[in-house]
């Protein structure tokens, strides 16, 4: 009762007041007690992103240390994901040479947020997120003309990946780690015309304010405690970093991404790797077959997030990645030298 009359007053707050935008979070507290594995690795460091219009974006960075990286590996999390739950992943990333970023997006993670309550996910089109993945490569990461760059996209950040990549972002592939782009199941017609009306930033039914007790709307599930764990443990520590339910304008924008992301397969000529929890939808199968270079790996026994699934899930996930980005290294060692020119 307590949780629902606080979400009813929520309501009000929000379509009775334009809401407060809140800045960007600088750097977060790990948890108490957090195992090393799942911690920043040893020279990460934070920065910000100002994009034309809205709240700033926040995104980090680490590169391998006393080498050159192989390239750039670009992590956009999924929805409700806090950057800091793809520690685990970077470190194994970087361990293979990567340079490792992450880009949280507008109103996630611990990027700006669009209005209160601040724990509703909000979004003003994730056109406006591609295009902020746009001016990350080509304003911030910058990649040399022959290095190797890489989007990692999860769940609904996959539509911004594809967009972003079918709009011109310099990346050279894209993995799409349990995408989400299927239709919500429970998407009502009345939704978007509340958004038409300026209503948008009110929440949808989903919502419900954050607490200290699990599961969390928004919040990956995984067969695995520590991991599963991961991300309510960062939120907890860290209150900026906190999110449950989306807005209905989240809503609307989402599947307004989604229809653009999968209506022109062939506009990205790069490779394209699907990382499909359990067998592939529709959607995914029907990109795949337009697209000019497509593949999809099944994880049968994975829930809708891979990374944090139990070592024997997440190990198949990412022997995938890794051989995928390293397709071009391999093909590089595998072309037979060119023979040396007869001396005279």
Not at 104 to 131: I, W, Y
Not at 299 to 310: C, I, N, T, V, Y
Request: with cysteine; aromatic share 6%.
């Amino acid at each position: 009762m307590r949780r629902t009359c606080l979400a009813l007053a929520a309501l009000v707050l929000t379509a009775c007041s334009p809401g407060e935008e809140r800045e960007a979070l600088d750097e977060s507290r790990p948890p108490p007690s957090l195992p090393e594995p799942f911690q920043a690795p040893e020279g990460w460091a934070w920065g910000r992103l100002a994009p034309p219009a809205g709240p700033q974006l926040r995104y980090g960075v680490v590169a391998p240390a006393g080498r050159a990286a192989r390239g750039d590996v670009l992590i956009l999390p999924a929805y409700g994901e806090p950057a800091e739950v793809w520690f685990e992943a970077v470190r194994d990333l970087l361990a293979q040479g990567w340079r490792v970023w992450i880009l949280e997006r507008a109103g996630q993670g611990g990027a700006g947020r669009f209005l209160q309550p601040h724990d509703l996910g909000h979004s003003r089109g994730f056109a406006a997120d591609a295009e902020a993945v746009r001016a990350m490569v080509g304003q911030v990461i910058r990649p040399a003309s022959d290095d190797e760059t890489a989007l990692l996209a999860a769940g609904d950040g996959a539509v911004v990946a594809l967009m972003a990549a079918q709009a011109g972002a310099d990346v050279d592939r894209v993995a799409l780690s349990a995408p989400a782009l299927t239709p919500l199941p429970d998407a009502r017609p009345w939704e978007a015309t509340l958004g038409r009306i300026g209503l948008g930033r009110l929440p949808s039914l989903v919502w419900r304010p954050w607490s200290r007790s699990e599961p969390q709307d928004g919040a990956a599930t995984s067969s695995d405690p520590r991991r599963r764990a991961l991300a309510h443990r960062w939120e907890t520590a860290n209150p900026d970093l906190r999110l449950t339910g989306p807005s209905l304008g989240w809503r609307a924008a989402f599947e307004r991404g989604r229809t653009a992301a999968l209506s022109d397969p062939a506009a990205f000529a790069g490779p394209v790797l699907i990382l499909s929890a359990g067998p592939a939808g529709t959607e995914a199968k029907g990109f795949c077959e337009g697209a000019p270079d497509c593949d999809i790996a099944s994880l049968p026994a994975s829930g809708p997030a891979p990374h944090l699934e139990q070592d024997s899930i997440r190990s198949l996930w990412f022997e995938r990645l890794s051989a995928f980005l390293a397709e071009p290294h391999a093909e590089a060692e595998a072309k037979p030298a060119e023979p040396a020119p007869h001396e005279m």
